[in-house]
Each structure stands twice: as structure tokens, then as C-alpha cells.
Antibody, heavy 122, light 107 residues
Framework: EVQLVQSGAEVKKPGESLKISCKGSGYSFTTHWIGWVRQMPGKGLEWMGIIYPGDSDTAYDPSFQGQVTISADKSISTAYLQWSTLKASDTAMYYC???????????????WGQGTLVTVSS | DIQMTQSPSSLSASVGDRVTITCRASQDITNYLNWYQQKPGKAPNLLIYDASNLETGVSSRFSGSGSGTDFTLTISSLQPEDTATYYCQHYDNLPQNTFGQGTKLEI
């Protein structure tokens, strides 16, 4: 069974750093892209970026480039999303999701983690 | 950048109704369009990929159609458990990816 299990909720102060995780199991972790998606309170889904754990190739949405860092440790089948300096506006639910290619050439997020709630408040 | 526009932003319907949600792309995206369902407090769930393909395990009451710039998600015979927010998403050449703004469906 494919599973993505994310780390638990975090409460941080502005200016602090943070790294959240997403552990994959039940499939070949190194041959599927993993994406991160932000959902601010009461808002829609925003794609942040993706990583290919096999070689750590990454790509970011321009809105998030330089604001976060996506990484992976393939030896433990885990992807990460990290901030060096958190802001109150980073308060949101963050989801990881597996990208799968279809035979038709499109890509979809077919499995999702349960989400990690990050709260940044002084 | 390709923009995805969903309509309506919200709707209310009754058990047994048939509803349609639309998604319009700002340029031709062939059939590279997915639909997701997000129930309150839960992670999104893939319903339809490549515009019209039903994801394994998803109820056949859900169907998708369209190509080019105009796409629809249809839910037939609405059930109470269909209460959710529905998102379209375009994703072809990595890393370009865009979600629609969502359609909140109340039963």
C-alpha cells in the first residue's frame, strides 16, 4: 500500500527555522517525483515545488523560489520542506503528494500525505 | 503562465441532483487536466486524470470531459458525502503546475 506520512504539527515564532518531513512507503521512492502543496487557512491549493528523490533534482514555483528549500534523503525514503526564517504568513497546512505520469503524457498527484499544520505566531 | 478559472466558486444542490463544475484554461492544454476532491479537514483526493479518466477506486458517479481550454466535472446522483471543495489542476511539462481556485459544493 502506497503511503506518505508527514511529520506532526509545528508551532514556531517568526524568525525561527523549520524542517518538516514526508516519508514514503509501499512504492519505489526514488523513481517518483514528490511535490509540496500549501493551503493557507480557508484558501485553495498552491503548488510550491517538486523533487525527484533519485537524483534530488528540484523545481520551484516562482512564488516560492528562495523562500523554501525542498530536499530528500533517498536512503530513508523521506522528502523535506524547510524554512530558514519563518514569517507569520507561512502559517498554513502543507501537503506532500506523489506525482505519477499517465500513459497520455499528463501528470497527477495520485497519493497525498495527511498534511502538516505549521503555525507561526509570536 | 497558464491560468485556470473554475466556476462556480460555490454551489448548493440536493441529494440525487446532477451537478457540473467547469474549468477554463487561459490557453490550450490538450487534455492535461485533473480533478481533485477535498473534504473538510482532509487531504485532497484525485478523482479524474487526463480530463476524462476515472482514478481507480473512485465512484462512477464522477465523470470528466473536455479538451483544449474547456473542461467539466460532472457528479451524478449527488450523495451527502460529496460535500467537498473540488479543484481542477493542470500539469504537463514539469514543473509547470496550476490549480484552479476551487468550487465549494454543499449538499
Amino acid at each position: 500500500e502506497v503511503q506518505l506520512v508527514q511529520s506532526g504539527a509545528e508551532v514556531k515564532k517568526p524568525g525561527e527555522s523549520l524542517k518538516i518531513s514526508c516519508k514514503g512507503s509501499g512504492y519505489s521512492f526514488t523513481t517518483h517525483w514528490i511535490g509540496w502543496v500549501r493551503q493557507m487557512p480557508g484558501k485553495g491549493l498552491e503548488w510550491m515545488g517538486i523533487i525527484y528523490p533519485g537524483d534530488s533534482d528540484t523545481a520551484y514555483d516562482p512564488s516560492f523560489q528562495g523562500q523554501v528549500t525542498i530536499s530528500a534523503d533517498k536512503s530513508i525514503s523521506t522528502a523535506y520542506l524547510q524554512w530558514s526564517t519563518l514569517k507569520a504568513s507561512d502559517t498554513a497546512m502543507y501537503y506532500c503528494a506523489r506525482l505519477t505520469a499517465s500513459s497520455g503524457g499528463g501528470w497527477s498527484f495520485d497519493y497525498w500525505g495527511q498534511g502538516t499544520l505549521v503555525t507561526v505566531s509570536s | 503562465d497558464i491560468q485556470m478559472t473554475q466556476s462556480p466558486s460555490s454551489l448548493s444542490a440536493s441529494v440525487g441532483d446532477r451537478v457540473t463544475i467547469t474549468c477554463r484554461a487561459s490557453q490550450d492544454i490538450t487534455n492535461y487536466l485533473n480533478w481533485y476532491q477535498q473534504k473538510p479537514g482532509k487531504a485532497p483526493n484525485l478523482l479524474i486524470y487526463d480530463a476524462s479518466n476515472l482514478e481507480t477506486g473512485v465512484s462512477s458517479r464522477f465523470s470528466g470531459s473536455g479538451s483544449g481550454t474547456d473542461f467539466t466535472l460532472t457528479i451524478s446522483s449527488l450523495q451527502p458525502e460529496d460535500t467537498a471543495t473540488y479543484y481542477c489542476q493542470h500539469y504537463d511539462n514539469l514543473p509547470q503546475n496550476t490549480f484552479g481556485q476551487g468550487t465549494k459544493l454543499e449538499i
